[in-house]
């Protein structure tokens, strides 16, 4: 396989558009478990993409960051760009709460702040209002000041009476 690696970057050094060889590296990379390497040619090949082609090399780049290098701050990003493309993409939205629940405690809050930014905006178009609550439990376990915890919990009882139609449970 080492060699064959070689062989196909001389062949995408000559021609950096030749896709039978950068699939080819792909598969190659994925079999040899070569992360950081994948993750440079997804992010080389999604630069030259075409519309079609952003959104599934985006979500692969983000699954590779994620699952393999831990790099879930860049993973976050890419996945953000692929919410951008296709807010319906329901592997993105679990990949995103999966990354909020694995962030716990002070170290992973700004990470946690900015998936809610992400995905609140999806939920909010959705009119998904208890997945916007749950958001911004998330918001409010991480505010910082008396007056942010205030803020959010007045959200919450607005979205929460807007969206179930009862003032009772808000």
């Known amino acids: 396989p080492e060699h064959a690696v070689e062989a196909y970057r001389r062949?995408?050094?000559e021609?950096?558009?030749r896709a039978t060889a950068l699939d080819a590296l792909d598969r190659l990379y994925r079999h040899l478990g070569r992360w950081d390497e994948l993750a440079n040619l997804l992010q080389v090949r999604l630069d030259d993409a075409d519309d079609?082609?952003?959104m599934p090399l985006s979500f692969q780049l983000a699954t590779v960051l994620e699952a393999h290098l831990g790099r879930d701050a860049?993973?976050?990003e890419r996945y953000a760009d692929v919410l951008a493309l296709a807010p319906d993409h329901d592997p993105t939205l679990?990949?995103?709460a999966r990354l909020i629940e694995r962030q716990a405690g002070p170290a992973g809050a700004e990470l946690r702040r900015r998936a809610c930014?992400?995905?609140e905006p999806v939920f909010v178009a959705r009119d998904a209002w208890a997945h916007e609550v749950a958001l911004l439990r998330i918001r409010?376990?991480?505010a910082e000041s008396p007056a942010d915890r205030v803020a959010l919990r007045r959200r919450i009882a607005v979205r929460v009476e807007a969206g179930s139609g009862d003032a009772a449970t808000a």
Do not use: F, H
Request: charged share 30%; hydrophobic share 55%.
């Open 52 to 54: 079609a082609a952003r």
């Open 117 to 119: 930014d992400v995905l």
């Open 140 to 142: 409010l376990d991480d």
């Open 74 to 76: 860049e993973a976050l």
């Open 15 to 17: 021609d950096p558009a």
């Open 11 to 13: 062949v995408v050094s």
């Open 94 to 96: 679990t990949a995103l």
